[in-house]
């Protein structure tokens, strides 16, 4: 049999996936006779491409479902996309412009037919590109958010929420995105620091027009001559501090604090909005922070949520002075028609010549922005439908807290319940096309009815309004869309369609699924809401553990994006290193809930990984085996199977608690140390010497176990070997071959723990081979002063093949020119007599010894030093004195080598 020198991911990967769809291993149906694994993914937008967040995500998840596979499992993996209203509109609106048509010249069918053009096109890259990385998907499965079936699903529980009372239309503080043109989640603003201006405002106190503010003829002059001033202004002037003066047409009152004695003369009275000058009323309330600012606060109602709230409390109107688009509209009365950011540059102009404005400093402040355009997120009263969720979210915190739902790591809990005690109603809708439009259907009159159908709005709207004769042309559809979360929140349950059929096999079967892997960052505006949603209609919660990755950064701690140009191209990486490298790359430093500080160097470590199993498979291959040689390796394959079951049951302890990465870690020391640099090196035959059946039988078996432990995190390399190992039968793929049952050892901890002595005698034989420079494979003799003469007897085989030497004898006490050292409580001495220069030797173990004796007699004298004594902690001198004791220890192995010699 010919085997390729290196292995070459390119040549095996596209195999071994089209004949993995073809035996459909990744197609799951509902099995009685199976336990079943139901894993959703996390809907990718349907106009992304793969990132090395999905990256990790995605491996994580196919790790879980590949090994669900093998445990015998009906392991279903549902694949899907979300319609990401935002981020879908704005690319079609682009594209578009590209072609020189505007969305506005468009009606909206019209707009619509090109959105679903653009997503027949691009939207199913994503998926393509999940299966470049191995992902084990049921493809048949795939679902879209927008889909027929799941649209329905969505309007379905629309109606039923609105009909409970859980949904209702009103105006709200909401955030606006300007240039979106609508109403955005606060999942989707994104807060970026930033130093903004605080702009320092005269506001004049009605009353007090007449008099002047100008210097006292008086006897006082310098700092009492200012006070007087300063007293003036004041009594004129209410100075006000704001970060946006372009807002003060919308101004309805300003507020002080009661206890405030700075503002005492002020209670009742009225100012004038500068430039403006139309009268506002003093409200007073201890919301407002007298050590802030000047102590005094404008009071913007339609345009600050916290304004708003005042507003309430103090029954103030509400003045919205911006369109849609972030340009001032005829409410604000000046600089009507211009942008927001061009207004706050010019009305500051206008107040210095107006002798308004007192200051304007600089000022450390946050900027929201939205995710989808980057426009400045303008708080916006605005008419939209909102969804109610306190009662909701208590259910959703209590399985949380009970653990029906597990977080991985549990630290999120604090996260999730501060989170889920502080939700506020929901705001689902938003002003676009491309989604799924809100079912309500308006009257003539303006009243409306929420129904799933035009045919269901029209029977409604005739029995409302008493007029039989009403036709569907004199309703209106409410023109906007839900928000997009409002369809991936019944993900778990739609896929299944257990919202069209509740009783269907699949729903029955599939749900609960079992494990979610998302990231934190949407634990509430997704994973919560699922959860509220399975509660609510199918009385169950819809997974059973959520494992909550990190972010993926670089080096330097920043998040990659291709803004920054500090992320890699996943497909250029699994061209490069292979998918198998890149996905073990990703996991050596993926702790649950910890940023990936990712590096190069963990895909290059993880092809590396790919080809020292290549090398081991190689290396097996190449033996030529004789049937009629005795057994010669019984300790080495008693010691490896011990091994292995210690493995397997450390590595099933990490799945379990979702250590993914302490998982990935233990299978690889297993194999490339202890397999490939142990285990192979010990029943390894000499240079074309034979091996015998029965060592090469258990190695052989060995070598299929750890690769069933490797498969779900390298399926492409394990399934070409496995392959290779042997002709399988037309199902025999490794792919759905079982999973290692544990099956311990006896006496296994005894077993592992007399190989570790014999191993580490050969450490210290290698030891002194590189010490001294002598070649791996120089004959060397071995003495043993020690008690446990069985342990030699024993392993006296493996002790000469690994540390390469000739014999191992007892002595009483250290042979001539000898270099020693110590394991286990003996004594080891290998000879050197006619190996090397011995004058040199001991001129350089003299050196040394000077040396630590020298550094001992540091350590002494600061111990003997009493002062230090008494006010060292105690570590401090632990430390010390273990530094004492490890000089002496030295010290006398120096001086025994150096009367060796």
């Known amino acids: 049999m010919s085997i390729a020198k290196t292995y070459t991911p390119a040549d095996v990967e596209a195999k071994w996936y089209q004949r993995w769809q073809e035996q459909g291993f990744f197609k799951a149906k509902p099995n009685p006779r199976k336990p079943a694994y139901s894993v959703v993914i996390p809907p990718p937008n349907v106009t992304g491409v793969l990132h090395m967040g999905h990256m990790l995500n995605n491996t994580i998840q196919d790790v879980l479902v590949r090994r669900a596979r093998m445990q015998g499992k009906e392991a279903c993996w549902v694949p899907g996309t979300d319609h990401a209203s935002i981020a879908t509109e704005a690319k079609v609106v682009a594209l578009l412009k590209e072609q020189g048509i505007e969305k506005r010249d468009l009606s909206r069918e019209e707009f619509l037919t090109h959105a ?9 890259i994503i998926l393509e590109q999940l299966k470049k990385l191995g992902a084990s998907c049921d493809w048949d499965r795939t679902r879209f958010t927008m889909e027929p079936e799941l649209t329905e699903a969505v309007l379905r529980v629309f109606v039923d929420l609105y009909q409970k009372g859980q949904i209702y239309r009103g105006i709200r503080m909401v955030n606006w995105d300007p240039q979106g043109r609508t109403a955005i989640s606060d999942e989707e603003v994104i807060a970026k620091d930033t130093v903004a201006k605080m702009y320092y405002l005269r506001y004049e106190v009605v009353g007090n027009e007449n008099s002047e503010v100008r210097t006292q003829n008086s006897e006082n002059e310098g700092e009492d001559q200012n006070e007087s001033q300063l007293s003036a202004l ?3 002037f209410l100075l006000i501090a704001t970060s946006r003066p372009e807002t003060i047409m919308a101004d309805v009152a300003v507020a002080v604090n009661p206890n405030d004695e700075r503002y005492t003369h002020l209670h009742g009275q009225k100012v004038r909005i500068p430039l403006l000058g139309r009268e506002i009323p003093v409200i007073l309330d201890e919301y407002v922070a007298m050590d802030f600012g000047t102590g005094g606060l404008k009071v913007t109602p339609a345009h600050d949520l916290n304004d708003y709230e005042l507003g309430v409390k103090h029954n103030l109107p509400v003045i919205d002075i911006l369109n849609d688009d972030g340009t001032l509209n005829e409410k604000a009365q000046l600089y009507v028609g211009q942008d927001r950011f061009a207004v706050r540059k010019q009305i500051a102009k206008d107040l210095q010549e107006a002798g308004l404005l007192e200051k304007i400093e600089d000022y450390n402040s946050v900027l929201q922005t939205s995710e989808r355009t980057g426009a400045v997120i303008e708080p916006k009263l605005s008419l939209q439908w909102f969804c109610k969720m306190d009662h909701m979210a208590k259910k959703a915190l209590e399985v949380v807290e ?45 009243t409306f009815v929420v129904a799933l159908n035009e045919e269901q709005a029209l029977e409604q709207a005739r029995e409302q309004s008493g007029n039989a004769e009403l036709q569907l042309s004199d309703l209106r559809q409410d023109e906007d869309v839900l928000d997009t979360w409002f369809s991936s929140w019944l993900w778990p349950i739609s896929v299944f369609d257990g919202f069209k059929d509740p009783d269907n096999a699949d729903i029955n079967y599939f749900y609960p699924t079992d494990d979610l ?10 994973v919560a809401r699922m959860i509220m949603a399975g509660l609510e209609y199918r009385k169950e919660v819809p997974f059973r553990n959520v494992y909550l990755t990190g972010i993926v950064r670089d080096d330097q701690g920043r998040k990659m994006s291709k803004q920054l140009g500090n992320s890699p191209d996943p497909l250029d990486l699994i061209a490069t290193y292979g998918a198998d490298g890149v996905r073990t790359g990703m996991l050596f430093s993926s702790p649950a809930g910890n940023d990936l500080l990712f590096d190069i160097k963990l895909v290059e470590q993880g092809r590396n990984f790919t080809n020292k199993l290549w090398n081991a498979f190689r290396l097996t291959q190449g033996w030529e085996v004789n049937s009629e040689l005795p057994f010669a390796s019984a300790k080495a394959v008693e010691w490896f199977g011990a091994k292995l079951q210690t493995t397997l049951a450390e590595l099933d302890e990490h799945f379990a608690k979702f250590r993914m990465s302490d998982a990935l870690m233990t299978v690889y020391k297993l194999v490339w140390d202890d397999f490939c640099s142990v285990y192979l090196e010990m029943v390894k035959p000499a240079y074309q010497a034979p091996i015998d059946a029965e060592t090469l039988k258990h190695t052989i078996g060995y070598l299929e176990t750890l690769l069933k432990l490797l498969h779900p995190f390298m399926p492409f390399i394990t399934e070409e070997i496995w392959h290779e190992l042997k002709e399988r039968g037309p199902k025999e793929y490794l792919c759905v071959a079982p999973w290692p049952k544990l099956a311990p050892v006896a006496g296994s901890a005894e077993l592992l723990s007399r190989m570790d002595k014999a191993l580490d005698i050969v450490a210290g034989v290698r030891n002194i081979r590189n010490q001294k420079g002598l070649g791996p494979n120089k004959p060397l003799t071995l003495a043993a002063k020690t008690d446990d003469a069985q342990l030699l007897q024993d392993y006296d085989g493996i002790i000469r093949k690994l540390a390469a030497l000739t014999e191992v004898n007892l002595v009483q006490d250290a042979p001539a020119a000898s270099v020693g050292f110590v394991s286990g409580g003996a004594e080891f001495f290998v000879p050197l007599e006619g190996q090397i220069d011995l004058g040199a030797e001991k001129a350089r173990l003299e050196k040394e010894l000077e040396y630590t004796r020298g550094f001992r007699d540091t350590v002494l004298k600061k111990l003997s030093n009493e002062k230090f004594v008494q006010n060292a902690k105690p570590d401090v001198l632990e430390r010390e004195r273990q530094k004492q004791a490890d ?6 192995a120096l001086e025994q080598s150096l009367a060796a010699l």
């Open 116 to 124: 679903w053009d653009w997503k027949e096109k691009y939207g199913g």
């Open 234 to 236: 004041n009594s004129k």
């Open 402 to 446: 009970n653990d029906e739902i597990k977080l991985h790591p549990p630290k999120f809990k604090n996260m999730y319940r501060a989170w889920m005690e502080n939700v506020r109603d929901w705001c689902i809708s938003r002003q676009l096309w491309w989604g799924q439009r809100i079912p309500a259907y308006y009257l003539p009159d303006g």
């Open 517 to 526: 892997v998302t990231a934190p960052e949407i634990l509430f505006f997704w």
């Open 887 to 892: 000089a002496e220890s030295k010290i006398a």
